[in-house]
């Protein structure tokens, strides 16, 4: 059993600088958490113990969707590993000022997978959430060629987590991440623009941010779709997995 770490000290040192999200990135980066760029339509009050995961970053790190303040976006604190179970802690930001939005929509933190787990395998996702404790099933993915714990090569990943939702990591600013200006889509393509705005100025370091992309049911196919990324420093195509 491998022993609890931290998620990797510069993910959680940036996870709380994530929750900004008023700037646009630099060219080829993009969580381990970040405010969603996208509007998504607000959910229930039955959406907020649901917890959806995702495979990124050719299966080096993971992704946790839950329901909350679109503004406030919790932190992957504590991961272990036995086998093919992986354990995720998630804590809400420390910071007593921050005012919290009132809406109810997804969230995408980012974690580290523990080295001696396989991505080419299925997994299971174990996260705890305050009260909340929910067991998620990640489909391995045969193509994945990285290996926990090594480096990531900083390109935009992307996976989906529902019907017609995905979450998309880049690399960039911790402290400008991306927005999403517009989206479109239909069959096994889509386009997402994002905000680009010269004028704003963003820190210097290059760290991983997670946006949530919400076509929406039905919208577009699941399989072997291709996802356009357009302005803010983010051009280029992502295959979604």
């Not at 705005?197 to 076509?215: K, L």
Request: charged share 20%; hydrophobic share 40%.
């Amino acid at each position: 059993m491998a022993t609890p770490t931290r998620v990797i000290a510069a993910l959680s040192a940036l996870a709380a600088a994530l929750l900004i999200a008023g700037c646009t990135s630099t060219p080829g980066a993009d969580a381990p958490t970040d405010a969603p760029s996208t509007s998504p339509t607000a959910g229930s009050t039955d959406d907020a113990d649901d917890i959806e995961g995702v495979l990124l970053d050719d299966g080096r790190m993971f992704g946790v969707v839950t329901w909350g303040s679109s503004t406030c976006v919790p932190q992957v604190d504590q991961v272990s590993a036995e086998g093919q179970t992986v354990t995720a802690a998630l804590v809400d930001s420390e910071d007593a000022d921050k005012a919290c939005t009132a809406d109810l929509a997804p969230r995408a933190s980012v974690g580290a997978v523990p080295e001696g787990v396989d991505p080419t395998k299925g997994i299971t996702l174990k996260v705890t959430y305050g009260d909340v404790v929910d067991d998620v099933d990640l489909d391995g993915d045969p193509s994945f060629t990285g290996t926990p714990g090594s480096s990531t090569e900083y390109t935009p990943s992307a996976g989906w987590f529902d019907d017609g939702s995905l979450v998309l990591l880049t690399w960039g600013s911790s402290s400008c991440a991306p927005v999403v200006e517009s989206l479109e889509g239909s069959g096994a393509t889509g386009t997402a623009t994002f905000v680009t705005d010269d004028t704003q100025v963003c820190t210097m370091d290059m760290a991983p941010r997670a946006t949530i992309i919400a076509f929406g049911d039905d919208a577009v196919d699941d399989d072997d779709f291709t996802l356009t990324l357009v302005g803010g420093g983010l051009d280029g195509t992502v295959q979604v997995r």
